[in-house]
């Protein structure tokens, strides 16, 4: 039945309070409120007020507690003391949450919730909801940890290589970091396990991936609960351009720039000939990773754009960067080689045609965000997910090339200068370039009318549509 305001169903979102994890899912958000729903995404009290909502007049914005209104996760002991009281104040708040909504209008009908939160599952069953857990890493990487969580894939892995549906054999470098180092973080790798908890409750399972990126590891994970692929979820404005004035993600916990200056300077730069360097909002590169990525851009030769955080600027060494310009050119901005900033629009960037390669840790949004703006990549792993991403990044994709860790465990500037060379410079790298652009078309069917993610996510709507009938 559609309300006073015509929505056909109401559904709250709830994200892990990440950007990483808010991102994807505030764009599903978007895509949902296009398709008729009420749509309102959920985030703690301390991201709230730490951000500047800027979204679609679509989506509308709420908030539960995790604990720590005041500081978030840095006012917290620990990661597990964090993640408990996460689960006692969140479940309290959002149990109001859908207290509060039945009395005004609007009652909720279906909770989509970050798949690191299963808890939240068992509030909207609570309440006799539609509940879908969001799966915001690679289909690959989820299967990998159901094998664990079901005893199906020890850990430590005791033999080589595991063989995974639609991947080449996984060495275990190739594995998630929690797998194949043992022991690592482990509050994180319960969390990651506990995402199968109750599972077997939920009316679907959404993962931010796309049917034909990885179908056959898809299909077997259908066999074991309802999957639906709903991706790629990145603003419309570079997909199918459906959503209506959806041209960024809207909500941020870092200051963006806004300038022209990068505009300005990708512009006076020749096509494909610009490598992006971005290791995203978390990590975190020791002073020695530092000097090496710097003479390695230095020795690659090509034009850069490099992001580096302001709380990690202190590591880069500039007396070897130089920032200087090209030889016969005037000494301004937009002349000089590279280009060192704290932020920076993403989406726009990587959609710039000087962009030649992402030199990247791989972590899926980013990824994803490659893959769907046909942009060849540099895999430079870090942790979690990361390490299975680059894996599929050269292995199976064939969009890039993975750097080689000395042992000391570096990637030393000889073997950056030739990564960044193979994708720039190669025959290998046209390759890469054209199977970029070829999952890139495929990225964008998937979202647009009729396509594998599209179908999906009617089907979705659909069911949230009958309940309110």
């Given at each position: 039945?559609?309300?006073?305001?015509?929505?056909?169903?109401?559904?709250?979102?709830?994200?892990?309070?990440?950007?990483?994890?808010?991102?994807?899912?505030?764009?599903?958000?978007?895509r949902?409120a296009?398709?008729?729903?009420?749509?309102?995404?959920?985030?703690?009290?301390?991201?709230?007020?730490?951000?500047?909502?800027?979204?679609?007049?679509?989506?509308?914005?709420?908030?539960?507690?995790?604990?720590h209104?005041?500081?978030?996760?840095?006012?917290?002991?620990?990661?597990?003391?964090?993640?408990?009281?996460?689960?006692?104040?969140?479940?309290?708040?959002?149990?109001?949450?859908?207290?509060?909504?039945?009395?005004?209008?609007?009652?909720?009908?279906?909770?989509?919730?970050?798949?690191?939160?299963?808890?939240v599952?068992?509030?909207?069953k609570?309440?006799?909801?539609?509940?879908?857990?969001?799966?915001?890493?690679?289909?690959?990487?989820?299967?990998?940890?159901?094998?664990?969580?079901?005893?199906?894939?020890?850990?430590?892995?005791?033999?080589?290589?595991?063989?995974?549906?639609?991947?080449?054999?996984l060495?275990?470098?190739?594995?998630?970091?929690?797998?194949?180092?043992?022991?690592?973080?482990?509050?994180?790798?319960?969390?990651?396990?506990?995402?199968?908890?109750n599972?077997?409750k939920?009316?679907?399972?959404?993962?931010?991936?796309?049917?034909e990126?990885?179908?056959?590891v898809?299909g077997?994970?259908?066999?074991?609960?309802?999957?639906?692929?709903?991706?790629?979820?990145?603003?419309?404005?570079?997909?199918?351009?459906r959503v209506?004035?959806?041209?960024?993600?809207?909500?941020?916990?870092?200051?963006?720039?806004?300038s022209?200056?990068?505009?300005?300077?990708?512009?006076?730069?020749?096509p494909?000939?610009?490598?992006?360097?971005?290791?995203?909002?978390?990590?975190?590169?020791?002073?020695?990773?530092m000097?090496?990525?710097?003479?390695?851009?230095?020795?690659?030769?090509?034009?850069?754009?490099?992001?580096?955080?302001?709380?990690?600027?202190?590591?880069?060494?500039?007396?070897?960067?130089?920032?200087?310009?090209?030889?016969?050119?005037?000494?301004?901005?937009?002349?000089?080689?590279?280009?060192?900033v704290?932020?920076?629009?993403?989406l726009?960037?990587?959609?710039?045609?000087?962009?030649?390669?992402?030199?990247?840790?791989?972590?899926?949004?980013l990824?994803?965000?490659?893959?769907?703006?046909?942009?060849?990549?540099?895999?430079?792993?870090?942790?979690?997910?990361?390490?299975?991403?680059?894996?599929?990044?050269?292995?199976?994709?064939?969009?890039?090339?993975?750097?080689?860790?000395?042992?000391?465990?570096?990637?030393?500037?000889g073997?950056?200068?030739?990564?960044?060379?193979?994708?720039m410079?190669?025959?290998?790298?046209?390759?890469?370039?054209?199977?970029?652009?070829k999952?890139?078309?495929l990225?964008?069917?998937?979202m647009?009318?009729?396509?594998?993610?599209?179908?999906?996510?009617?089907?979705?709507?659909?069911?949230i549509?009958?309940?309110?009938?």
């Amino acid at each position: 039945m559609e309300d006073d305001k015509g929505y056909r169903g109401h559904v709250v979102v709830v994200p892990y309070p990440s950007q990483g994890h808010i991102n994807p899912m505030l764009q599903f958000s978007k895509r949902l409120a296009s398709k008729g729903l009420k749509a309102t995404l959920a985030t703690t009290v301390f991201i709230f007020n730490s951000m500047k909502p800027d979204t679609s007049p679509w989506v509308g914005l709420d908030t539960i507690s995790d604990g720590h209104d005041r500081g978030g996760f840095a006012e917290a002991e620990s990661i597990p003391t964090y993640l408990a009281r996460l689960e006692a104040a969140g479940s309290k708040t959002l149990s109001d949450l859908i207290v509060k909504y039945q009395s005004t209008g609007h009652p909720v009908d279906c909770i989509v919730y970050d798949s690191f939160l299963p808890w939240v599952l068992d509030v909207a069953k609570e309440f006799g909801l539609v509940g879908a857990p969001f799966f915001t890493q690679a289909c690959a990487v989820n299967y990998i940890y159901y094998l664990v969580h079901n005893g199906h894939l020890k850990v430590p892995v005791e033999s080589l290589p595991v063989c995974v549906p639609g991947l080449s054999p996984l060495e275990l470098r190739d594995m998630p970091s929690f797998v194949y180092v043992a022991g690592s973080y482990p509050a994180y790798f319960e969390m990651v396990l506990h995402q199968f908890l109750n599972t077997d409750k939920a009316d679907w399972v959404l993962v931010n991936t796309f049917y034909e990126l990885e179908a056959e590891v898809v299909g077997t994970m259908s066999k074991l609960c309802p999957v639906l692929t709903i991706g790629p979820t990145i603003p419309s404005m570079y997909l199918d351009k459906r959503v209506e004035n959806d041209v960024e993600y809207g909500l941020s916990l870092f200051t963006l720039d806004k300038s022209t200056l990068i505009a300005d300077w990708l512009r006076s730069k020749p096509p494909n000939s610009v490598v992006y360097m971005s290791f995203g909002s978390m990590s975190s590169l020791g002073p020695h990773q530092m000097e090496e990525l710097a003479w390695g851009l230095k020795q690659s030769g090509s034009h850069f754009l490099w992001v580096v955080r302001a709380s990690e600027e202190d590591k880069v060494p500039r007396h070897i960067l130089k920032l200087e310009a090209d030889d016969g050119a005037a000494d301004d901005e937009k002349s000089k080689k590279g280009l060192m900033v704290n932020w920076c629009p993403q989406l726009e960037v990587l959609s710039n045609e000087a962009i030649g390669c992402f030199f990247t840790h791989c972590g899926w949004n980013l990824t994803v965000e490659a893959l769907s703006l046909g942009v060849p990549m540099v895999a430079m792993p870090q942790w979690t997910d990361q390490t299975m991403n680059a894996k599929l990044i050269q292995d199976v994709w064939e969009v890039g090339v993975r750097v080689e860790v000395d042992d000391d465990g570096l990637v030393r500037r000889g073997e950056i200068e030739g990564c960044i060379r193979a994708v720039m410079d190669s025959e290998r790298g046209k390759e890469m370039r054209s199977n970029a652009r070829k999952w890139k078309g495929l990225g964008r069917e998937a979202m647009s009318e009729g396509g594998s993610s599209d179908k999906n996510i009617d089907a979705f709507v659909s069911k949230i549509e009958n309940r309110t009938a």
